[in-house]
C-alpha cells in the first residue's frame, strides 16, 4: 500500500524551530520528486518546496526562502522540512505529497507560531 | 512566478454537469502538467486528474480534465453530480522553479 506518514509539528514561538518529516512506503521514493505544500487555517493551498527525485535540485516558495530547507534521505524512505525563523504567518497544515503523481498525499501536521 | 485564477465557489445539481476552469495568467498552459485535487473538509486533499487528463485508478470516469490552449486555461469537468462530490477543488501546475496552486473552487451539489 502506497503512504504517506507524517510526524514532527506542533507549537512553536515565533522565531522557533521546527521539523517536519514525511516517510514513505510502497513505492520507490528515490525516483519520484516530492514536496511539501500548506494551508492556512480556512484557506487554501500554498506550495512551500519541492525536491527532484534525482539531481538533487531544491526549489522554493519565496514566502519561505532562506528560512526552511527542504532535504531527503532515499536510505530512510524519508523527506524533511526544516523550518526555522518560523512566524505566524507560518501557522497552518503541512503536508507532503509525491510532485505531480496521482500516490496518496501525508496525512497532514498542523505547525502553530505562537507565543 | 504566474498565477492559476480558479471561480470561487459553483453549485449545481445532482445529475447534472459542472465544469470548473483554470486560468494561467503567463506562460502556456500547455507547456507544463496541470493537476487537478479534490480536498473534502478535514481531509487531506486526494488527486482526480493528473498531466492534464489523466484519472488515478478508483476515480469515477465522471471526472474528466482538458486543456484549452486559446484560452490559456485548464478544465474539471464532473458529470452525473453526486452529493459526495461536494467538495473544495485546486488546480496545480508549474515552471521551472515553482509549482503553483489555483485559489480553489468550493463545488456545492443541491
Not at chain 1, 504517506?4 to 528515490?30: E, H, K, M, N, Y
Not at chain 1, 532562506?66 to 497544515?93: C, H, P, W
Request: charged fraction near 15%.
Amino acid at each position: 500500500e502506497v503512504q504517506l506518514l507524517q510526524s514532527g509539528g506542533g507549537l512553536v514561538q515565533p522565531g522557533g524551530s521546527l521539523r517536519l518529516s514525511c516517510t514513505a512506503s510502497g513505492f520507490t521514493f528515490r525516483s519520484y520528486a516530492m514536496s511539501w505544500v500548506r494551508q492556512a487555517p480556512g484557506k487554501g493551498l500554498e506550495w512551500v518546496s519541492a525536491f527532484s527525485g534525482s539531481g538533487g535540485f531544491t526549489h522554493y516558495a519565496d514566502s519561505v526562502k532562506g528560512r526552511f530547507t527542504i532535504s531527503r534521505d532515499n536510505s530512510k524512505n524519508t523527506l524533511y522540512l526544516q523550518m526555522n525563523s518560523l512566524r505566524a504567518e507560518d501557522t497552518a497544515v503541512y503536508y507532503c505529497f509525491v510532485s505531480g503523481d496521482s500516490k496518496p498525499w501525508g496525512q497532514g501536521t498542523l505547525v502553530t507560531v505562537s507565543s | 512566478n504566474f498565477m492559476l485564477t480558479q471561480p470561487h465557489s459553483v453549485s449545481e445539481s445532482p445529475g447534472k454537469t459542472v465544469t470548473i476552469s483554470c486560468t494561467r495568467s503567463s506562460g502556456s498552459i500547455a507547456g507544463n502538467y496541470v493537476q487537478w485535487y479534490q480536498q473534502r473538509p478535514g481531509s487531506s486533499p486526494t488527486t482526480v486528474i493528473y498531466e492534464d487528463y489523466q484519472r488515478p485508478s478508483g476515480v469515477p470516469d465522471r471526472f474528466s480534465g482538458s486543456i484549452d490552449s486559446s484560452s490559456n486555461s485548464a478544465s474539471l469537468t464532473i458529470s452525473g453530480l453526486k452529493t459526495e462530490d461536494e467538495a473544495d477543488y485546486y488546480c496545480q501546475s508549474y515552471d521551472s522553479s515553482s509549482w503553483v496552486f489555483g485559489g480553489g473552487t468550493r463545488l456545492t451539489v443541491l
